[in-house]
T-cell receptor, first 111, second 115 residues
Framework: DQQVKQNSPSLSVQEGRISILNCDYT??????FLWYKKYPAEGPTFLIS?????DKNEDGRFTVFLNKSAKHLSLHIVPSQPGDSAVYFC??????????FGKGITLSVRP | DTGVSQDPRHKITKRGQNVTFRCDPI?????LYWYRQTLGQGPEFLTY????????KSRLLSDRFSAERPKGSFSTLEIQRTEQGDSAMYLC?????????????FGDGTRLSIL
């Protein structure tokens, strides 16, 4: 049973435009959601997180939105840059602190 | 560099051999996690420590796998009698103990290939 789902395996956007990466979850016990970015041959790098009691968190070009009733979150990147091209993972966590990841979305930003 | 360090970066071994990986967390972090990632999947939780205590193990962690963190600093993950299905990227992460949602910081992983 996949508790975190990233249903679109890839996304391609033009440089300067908005990238919207979606994530759905089924586990109501998640207290926090985190987004990680991964380049080839490197470990995941933390980007931004959001508490389950909030609906929005912003950090520079990155904003995460949470719709708890729909069990859906999204990561917005504005404006997108070629260096943002990577695999993005959504993860949920609860009281036991372990991260449950989705399968990831490969973002390609075209110059 | 004060990030999470993993050694070796790559390990190639024959089926049936034992392998051991090492992880050095960020020095002030008292929580240490092991994950495994296979192609096309996100990282999957294996186990975690708070200081030297192993607090949780996943069902993925068969009895061929053992992890230790003897002095609450570095950790080792050993796989005995390796099988083809053990081929994966093994990731280590660390964090501080605190409220839920403390971000975990990952190392670059050890890629294990079983011949």
């Amino acid at each position: 049973d996949q508790q975190v789902k990233q249903n679109s395996p890839s996304l391609s956007v033009q440089e300067g435009r908005i990238s919207i990466l979606n994530c759905d979850y089924t586990n109501s016990m998640f207290d926090y959601f985190l987004w990680y970015k991964k380049y080839p041959a490197e470990g995941p790098t933390f980007l931004i997180s959001i508490s389950s009691i909030k609906d929005k968190n912003e950090d520079g070009r990155f904003t995460v939105f949470l719709n708890k009733s729909a069990k859906h979150l999204s990561l917005h990147i504005v404006p997108s840059q070629p260096g943002d091209s990577a695999v993005y993972f959504c993860a949920g966590t609860g009281a036991n602190s372990k991260l449950t990841f989705g399968k990831g979305i490969t973002l390609s930003v075209r110059p | 560099d004060t990030g999470v360090s993993q050694d070796p970066r790559h390990k190639i071994t024959k089926r049936g051999q034992n392998v051991t990986f090492r992880c050095d967390p960020i020095s002030e972090h008292n929580r240490l996690y092991w994950y495994r990632q296979t192609l096309g999947q996100g990282p999957e939780f294996l186990t975690y420590f708070q200081n030297e205590a192993q607090l949780e193990k996943s069902r993925l962690l068969s009895d061929r796998f053992s992890a230790e963190r003897p002095k609450g600093s570095f950790s080792t993950l050993e796989i005995q009698r390796t099988e083809q299905g053990d081929s994966a990227m093994y990731l280590c992460a660390s964090s501080t103990y605190g409220e839920t949602g403390q971000p975990q910081h990952f190392g670059d992983g050890t890629r294990l290939s079983i011949l």
